[in-house]
């Protein structure tokens, strides 16, 4: 697009249309750029990349068909207005599809949120919805931000306690496009303190790779423990300094460049492991 012009924005989110953060988010870039929303109608949280795709059909009959017809490969995504956009029965995935192909013109920039609660860490990427939708706008080759905040310890949060991550969201939309950002990297995660905190600059980082989530059984009953936000909650965590959640930790503004995972390893010795293993077998 031209550097001059203004984006045309894609904004979506996991907490739903009527979230207090994907409103945030609508006013604060809607000073830099045209902003289409769709999101999903309800609360879609931790969703991770799931698709609606498959589970609704276009046609009454839900028997299986063995018809290849183009409508046995399509399904209806419901949506309903909204004074936002478009409110979408299904997930952000569905969202960030539906926003990149069927939106008119096509937005230059998706961004995602913003999340209620932080997404920090290379475990949450395929777990999170919101930064989902960010890397499925990747895999479509559109640029995307995926933009939360830490909100351990609030309640009934407002728009305004979103302030922060709405200015971190429209100066990379405002300043971004034309830099030559997005040839290198697919999408940014980008994760501000809690909203009465004044945060102490931007960290470049990178998704920490601790994952402590615990399980256990107790009483004859299973039990999952999530260690990670328990040392967050305790504010004592093993992760490096160059890490998204020490930044966070340490008030900074967390923005991790981030490529979307389609490389794969080296074949040759997997392919002679695997010739060896079925050397006979078939």
């Not at 009527?18 to 604060?28: E, V, W």
């Not at 929303?37 to 879609?44: G, H």
């Not at 013109?105 to 999170?128: H, I, T």
């Not at 080759?141 to 922060?164: K, N, Q």
Request: charge should be negative.
């Amino acid at each position: 697009m031209d550097a001059d012009a203004e984006p045309h924005v894609l904004l979506t989110n996991d907490d739903g249309i009527d979230a207090p953060g994907i409103r945030a988010l609508a006013d604060a870039l809607a000073a830099v750029a045209r902003v289409t929303v769709v999101a999903p109608d309800r609360n879609r949280s931790a969703v991770g990349r799931s698709l609606s795709y498959g589970r609704t059909s276009s046609s009454d009959d839900e028997s299986l068909s063995l018809d290849l017809a183009d409508s046995a490969f399509t399904s209806r995504v419901p949506h309903s207005d909204h004074e936002l956009g478009y409110a979408i029965d299904g997930t952000p995935c569905d969202c960030a599809i539906v926003g990149v192909n069927a939106i008119e013109p096509e937005p230059d920039l998706v961004v995602s949120g913003c999340n209620s609660g932080a997404n920090l860490g290379a475990y949450v990427f395929s777990r999170s919805g919101t930064v989902s939708a960010a890397m499925e706008a990747a895999f479509l080759e559109t640029p995307a931000i995926a933009v939360s905040m830490d909100t351990l310890g609030y309640d009934d949060l407002e728009p305004s306690d979103f302030s922060l991550a709405g200015d971190v969201a429209a100066t990379l939309v405002e300043n971004v496009p034309g830099t030559g950002l997005f040839d290198r990297v697919d999408y940014l995660n980008v994760n501000v303190p809690g909203p009465d905190t004044d945060p102490d600059g931007i960290a470049l980082t990178r998704p920490t790779e601790v994952y402590e989530m615990d399980a256990a059984r107790v009483d004859g009953q299973f039990q999952l423990t999530n260690r990670l936000w328990q040392q967050m909650a305790n504010r004592d965590i093993p992760d490096p300094d160059d890490t998204d959640r020490h930044a966070l930790l340490e008030d900074e503004i967390s923005i991790s460049p981030v490529t979307v995972p389609y490389d794969v390893v080296d074949t040759e010795p997997v392919r002679s492991l695997l010739e060896r293993f079925f050397a006979d077998a078939f």
